[in-house]
């Protein structure tokens, strides 16, 4: 068994696209498990907070995009792109849902004067040639050095193709949901985790973040239908007798009259073990 600590850095922990000011990035996570440096979806923003956890982006090995929802994948090229001018010099896999690989491809065809300028004039090797894709489903998702990922379809509609991830190294294990609605199987699937991070929605928030966003019936219809209350995360948590629950990708992330105590207070109806609320930048042991 591997002596190397497991640890999770929360680097963006709102949940939705939008940016507001003094508010947190969307969802990105660093976790180092049995030795390996693993990003786990690349919202907006993960470029900065893996630099700032104090991560050498020519390290960069392996990505995992839960879905392909933007506040999940907009930073996917710029993150390997940057990784590529900051002297990237090993190979970087990136495991996504169907539809990843293409979403690289044409990441690399946006960027197809820098990318050649670079490769004629600065003597760098090919980018495509330093990035492997694979698409996966449900279960095994690789096995490698006692490092073992599984993953598990949610139910994030319209999205079909959204899993949550299970990371085992040894007797350790983290689990992220991913995008959800209140999904009952999820517990099964994260059963005596070590840490589950888990998408949570505080239902007081809802109807002003919908008033702010201005799309009103069908963003709420949307939320209602796709995503998980704190108390949800909560029951998840229970059943599956976790270690430690971390509130993550939360919704609203940036309303003022929202604090840590309100999530609290949320999810303590249904959760009584170790608990973390997520913000940007914090370190989960
Ligand atoms: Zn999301
Ligand atoms: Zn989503």
């Keep these: 068994m591997s002596a190397d600590p497991t640890r999770l850095v929360l680097l963006g922990s709102k949940g939705g ?6 508010g947190p990035w969307p969802s990105s996570s660093l976790l180092e498990i ?3 440096k693993i990003v786990v979806d690349c919202g907006l923003g993960v470029t900065r907070g893996l630099v700032d956890a104090g991560i050498s982006l020519k390290a960069l090995d392996l990505v995992f995009v839960t879905h392909l929802h933007s506040d999940h994948v907009l930073e996917l090229g710029p993150l390997i792109h940057t990784a590529w001018t900051a002297g990237l010099a090993t190979p970087v896999t990136v495991f996504g849902p169907p539809g990843t690989g293409h ?3 044409r990441f690399c065809q946006a960027m197809e004067f820098d990318i050649e300028i670079r490769i004629a004039d600065e003597g760098r090797p090919d980018i495509a040639d330093m990035v492997s ?5 449900e279960g095994r998702v690789m096995e490698e050095r006692g490092l073992k990922v599984s993953a598990l379809r949610v139910d994030h509609p319209p999205v079909t193709d959204c899993f949550a991830l299970r ?3 040894g007797a350790k294990s983290v689990v992220f949901s991913a995008d959800t609605a209140f999904f009952p199987p999820l517990a099964d699937f994260a059963k005596g985790a070590d840490v589950l991070v888990h998408e949570a929605m505080l239902e007081d928030g809802i109807e002003r973040l919908v008033a702010k966003t201005g799309n009103g019936a069908r963003l709420r219809e949307h939320l209602l239908a796709s995503h998980s209350f704190a108390g949800e995360a909560g029951r ?5 007798g976790v270690g430690r629950l971390v509130l993550n990708h939360l919704i609203p992330a940036d309303d003022p009259e ?3 105590a309100d999530w609290i207070v949320a999810v303590r109806k249904t959760w009584a073990g170790d608990l973390t609320i997520a913000r940007d930048g914090l370190v989960v042991g």
């Design 34 to 36: 049995g030795g390996r």
């Design 17 to 22: 696209p939008a940016l507001r000011p003094g």
């Design 133 to 137: 894709i694979v698409e996966f489903g």
């Design 236 to 240: 998840i948590a229970t059943d599956a």
């Design 103 to 105: 979403h690289w491809q």
């Design 258 to 260: 929202i604090g840590e």
């Design 167 to 169: 990371f085992e190294h």
